[in-house]
């Protein structure tokens, strides 16, 4: 059965920390990786990962993805308390629109 | 661009009930999603249309689930009866063309849904 794992659960950090926030999968037909913030309810688009080793950058947050050990890493660097929030992690399959989703990592970032 | 729209965004009903949720996508995007997000988990798909067809229902429960749309453009998922377990936060997604890797899900807000 596929499956997408997240760890940690959660992650409680005081400003100005750097986190970095796993995502381990197992899934036939693997397209690409995503990542997603949701703070409220709305999931908001952070990072779509399709090539191992490159690392994908917005502001203080980046990623990457190694398809040969199947992971990827969130890293979020100088954490603010807008940066509280789910964190997940999403992977996408060939010839389907489908996304699988992790469990979210809850992240809590205290001033 | 005007996000993708969704409502009620709190329901509170009784187990049994009837409930019906609504979303309209952004504007040109073919790809619709409805997704059921209990709490503490990710979100899990329910049903894809492209335009008016059904793309993928394999995970809806489809003896109290339905969904449809009808003009390729919003859409509505209804749950008839409801039970407890179905407490949980619906998210609606679209996408503009779907199939393609460049192509990404935005969520609206998502409705709450209590079942007492």
């Known amino acids: 059965e596929d499956k997408v794992v997240q760890s940690p659960l959660s992650l409680v950090v005081h400003e100005g920390d750097t986190v970095t926030l796993n995502c381990s999968y197992e899934v036939t037909n693997f397209r690409s990786l995503l990542w997603y913030k949701q703070e409220k309810k709305a999931p908001t688009f952070l990072f779509m990962l399709t090539s191992s080793g490159i690392e994908k950058k917005s502001g203080r947050l980046s990623s990457i993805l190694d398809k040969k050990e199947l992971f990827s890493i969130l890293n979020i660097t100088a954490t603010q308390t807008g940066d509280s929030a789910v964190y997940l992690c999403a992977v996408g399959y060939y010839n389907t629109d489908k996304l699988i989703f992790g469990t979210g990592t809850r992240l809590q970032v205290f001033p | 661009e005007a996000g993708v729209a969704q409502s009620p965004r709190y329901k509170i009903i009784e187990k049994r009930q009837s409930v019906a949720f609504w979303c309209n996508p952004i504007s040109g995007h073919a790809t619709l999603y409805w997704y059921q997000q209990i709490l503490g988990q990710g979100p899990k798909l329910l049903i894809q249309f492209q335009n008016n067809g059904v793309v993928d229902d394999s995970q809806l429960p489809k003896d109290r689930f339905s969904a449809e749309r009808l003009k390729g453009v919003d859409s509505t998922l209804k749950i008839q009866p409801a039970k407890l377990e179905d407490s949980a936060v619906y998210l609606c997604?679209?996408?503009?063309?779907?199939?393609?890797?460049?192509?990404?899900?935005?969520f609206g807000p998502g409705t709450r849904l209590t079942v007492l």
């Open positions: 997604a679209s996408s503009l063309v779907g199939g393609t890797i460049t192509d990404t899900q935005y």
